[in-house]
């Protein structure tokens, strides 16, 4: 099993500011690698697939980059609406989710 | 742009077997290029992939659940279904279904969720 890790466990941001989100795969997923973000009481929402295509209807603040074991999703400037949980997940593999990062509002 | 709505009993007791379905509405199950799924999210806490099922009508499992889960289909209904059986407390969740694409060519992960359905393991 691919273990997934994503760091760090809560991210504390300033709207208007920067978010940098780290995720670990355990072994090469190669660019199967996909983000989501959950508000509360709500589904998973696709943000990013295949390391760093966006999903219909995703603002271009939001970025995927990495490869191979190492993955980042930056939001570029914080809306209101973008502090939430966000998971990583591969699918090279089956599937494995990360155990989420919160943006909290600092 | 389809809709998937969830629908199970909310409270399973200990060892039961627990049903779950999820009808698709604004699409055909049956539609090439697809695939399903179940995920389910304790309590407070995170996503765990469950099963897939593919349009080709291949299956796959999560091994840690493989012995204890089934996915299937029912296209008269356009439903999909999941069973687990031997429930215990710790498989109290929301259950979520959920629909992805796929070629030969690309995968897209899961992107259409249904917004879910707790079920809660209790004597």
Request: proline content about 3%.
């Given at each position: 099993e691919i273990v997934m890790t994503q760091s760090p466990v809560t991210l504390s941001v300033s709207p208007g500011e920067r978010a940098t989100l780290s995720c670990r795969a355990?072994?090469?997923?190669?660019?199967?690698l996909a983000w989501y973000q959950q508000k509360p009481g709500q589904a998973p929402r696709l943000?990013?697939?295949?390391?760093?295509t966006r999903a219909?209807?995703?603002?271009?603040?939001f970025r995927g980059s990495g490869s191979g074991t190492e993955f980042t999703l930056t939001i570029s400037s914080l809306q209101s609406e973008d502090f939430a949980v966000y998971y990583c997940q591969q699918y090279h593999n089956w599937r494995t989710f990360g155990q989420g990062t919160k943006v909290e509002i600092k | 742009q389809a809709q998937l709505q969830e629908s199970g009993p909310g409270l399973v007791k200990p060892s039961e077997t627990l049903s779950l379905t999820c009808t698709v509405s604004g699409?055909?199950?049956?539609?090439?290029g697809y695939y399903w799924g179940w995920i389910r999210q304790p309590p407070g806490k995170g996503l765990e992939w469950i099963a897939s099922l593919y349009y080709s009508g291949a299956s796959y499992y999560n091994p840690s659940l493989k012995s204890r889960v089934t996915i299937s289909v029912d296209t008269s209904k356009n439903q999909l279904s999941l069973k687990v059986t031997s429930?215990?407390?710790?498989?109290?969740a929301m259950y979520f279904c959920a629909r992805g694409s796929y070629s030969s060519a690309f995968m897209i992960p899961f992107d259409s969720w249904g917004h879910g359905t707790l079920v809660t393991v209790s004597s």
């Open positions: 355990s072994q090469s997923v190669a660019g199967n943000l990013i697939y295949a390391t760093s219909t209807g995703v603002p271009a603040r | 699409g055909s199950i049956s539609d090439s429930m215990s407390a710790a498989d109290t």
